[in-house]
């Protein structure tokens, strides 16, 4: 298990940007395939971007397509999520997740990680 710590989110105005970290333990980090999830109230976690740790570039949710961008620091051991053009819609609780080493699964999908943050608020106003 890697222990991960989720920060940067806040509250921001529509048309705004945020960008959230996630600090993981151990050596492992750069073997892994890590992802961004969120959750509104009352609706499950779904999908929002992930990075496999064979590929330099991520993979997203059409719903944040062309404002989210994913990236990784194997050297920091962080993942990093960039989010412009806020929308109210994304206010949502993120979490940051992480795979077994060398795991050869989408990233799609919350059964694909098998540890997860404690989460981070981000709040949109209109």
């Known amino acids: 298990q890697v222990q991960l710590v989720e920060s940067g989110g806040g509250l921001v105005q529509a048309g705004g940007s945020l960008r959230l970290s996630c600090a993981a333990s151990?050596?492992?980090?750069?073997?892994?395939?890590m992802g961004w999830f969120r959750q509104a109230p009352g609706k499950e976690r779904e999908f929002v971007a992930t990075?496999?740790?064979?590929?330099?570039?991520?993979y997203y949710a059409d719903s944040v397509k062309g404002r989210f961008t994913i990236s990784r620091d194997n050297a920091k051991n962080t993942l990093y999520l960039q989010m412009n053009s806020l929308k109210p819609e994304d206010t949502a609780v993120y979490y940051c997740?992480?795979?077994?080493?060398?795991?050869?699964?989408?990233?799609?999908?919350?059964?694909?990680?098998?540890?997860w943050g404690q989460g981070t608020q981000v709040t949109v106003s209109s």
């Open positions: 997740a992480a795979s077994l080493a060398y795991y050869s699964g989408t990233g799609y999908f919350t059964s694909d990680f098998a540890s």
């Open positions: 151990g050596r492992t980090f750069s073997s892994r395939t």
């Open positions: 990075i496999t740790w064979s590929r330099i570039s991520g």
